[in-house]
């Protein structure tokens, strides 16, 4: 009996066999990938980026995450943070904008991926769903504004023994939801959020869950 190959994981071998090209299939997009339609009237650069400080391209093993409030925060001389400025609050604000309009656009997955070297982590295997243990984190998260180049990602790992709602980087999330929540609302600058994130986002972490209990917020 003949045995079809779904398409996924057919891309999915050609995306080993190619050492980590990316495939569009699967929901893995190249960098520089189409947006999606409606994100064509909203004039945006998806390539642009202003980043909080400049920084070269660092050496493998030579970046340190931080402790703050218990929880991780990325090494400044190599993930500073970065902003796209034409994701402005008007962008932000309408309601077609979604981050697929700029995630992966500036730079590939697999490019991402280099920040493990960085950092020093060793790549998960097995990094989805109950299992996902590390996520490559924009620091300025793309729904305020941030840039999706290097400056502004950083490998978010831990900690082991939790469940995945309680591991840093789904707490971050959090912050995320919260902030941009508040950004669409006017109560909070855009231009501040950016810098405090950059600085620490674990200083707007007890107000997120505070507001937003079920990690989500309206």
Known sequence: MSHTVKPCIRSYLAFAVASLALVGVCGVQPANAKPP??????????????????????????????????????????????????????????KTFRTSCVRDKATSASAKAKTYLWYNFKHPQKNTGAS???????LISLEIGGADTLDNIWPQCGPNGVVLRNRYFKQKDIVENYLAA????????????QKGMAEDWTQYLDDAQKACPSGKCK
């Open 37 to 94: 339609a409606q994100c064509n009237t909203l004039g945006i650069d998806t390539k642009a980026s202003t980043p909080m400080q400049q920084v070269g391209t660092p050496a493998p093993k030579s970046c340190n995450t931080r402790m703050s409030h218990g929880y991780p925060i990325p090494d400044p001389a190599c993930t500073p943070g970065a902003v796209n400025p034409t994701l402005t609050l008007d962008v932000l604000k309408n």
């Open 132 to 138: 996902q243990t590390c996520e490559l984190d924009h």
């Open 182 to 193: 508040q950004i669409r609302k006017g109560a909070i600058g855009l231009a501040d959020v």
